[in-house]
């Protein structure tokens, strides 16, 4: 597989406009650790290994362990995600799948129980911003991700 097109190249201003919206994320009062799980399990539903390769660098940066890196896609079966990681993840799966999922009520009512509604639009903000991403990365084949 080769990169399409250098998308950030061709366009600086579409990436600049994602990066802003990435600020934004960057900035949100969400635990960072929670940041990472959901652009993590987001990455991993969409198929981008650049972005998956870079988040789970990152979270490692800051403490993340392995085991919990290792099952992130399998967190409904492990003990190792906190009742709000996993409405997090829910959601998360939720919002990435929407057009399969709707966002269930439930869903969505699980993860307003364990943030308040701030969080919930950071949240939201944040998956909807990883999604974006991904997109981006996949449909243009970019391969590798810098390290800073």
């Known amino acids: 597989m080769k990169t399409r097109i250098q998308w950030t190249e061709v366009d ?85 799948l929407v057009a399969g999922t709707n966002v269930p009520d439930d869903v969505y009512n699980e993860a307003a129980r364990h943030f308040s509604d701030k969080e919930i639009v950071e949240l939201l903000m944040l998956i909807v911003t990883i999604n974006g991403w991904n997109r981006m990365v996949v449909a243009t084949r970019k391969l590798t991700a810098e390290r800073k």
């Open 12 to 96: 600086p201003a579409a990436y600049k406009a994602m990066s802003a919206v990435q600020a934004y994320v960057n900035n949100c009062s969400l635990d960072k650790k929670l940041v990472y799980l959901v652009e993590i399990r987001a990455s991993q539903i969409n198929g981008c290994a650049f972005c998956l390769d870079m988040h789970c660098f990152h979270a490692r940066e800051i403490g993340e362990t392995e085991q919990r890196l290792y099952t992130i896609a399998g967190w409904r079966e492990t003990p190792f995600f906190s009742d709000k990681e996993r409405a997090a993840l829910a959601l998360t799966e939720a919002v990435t």
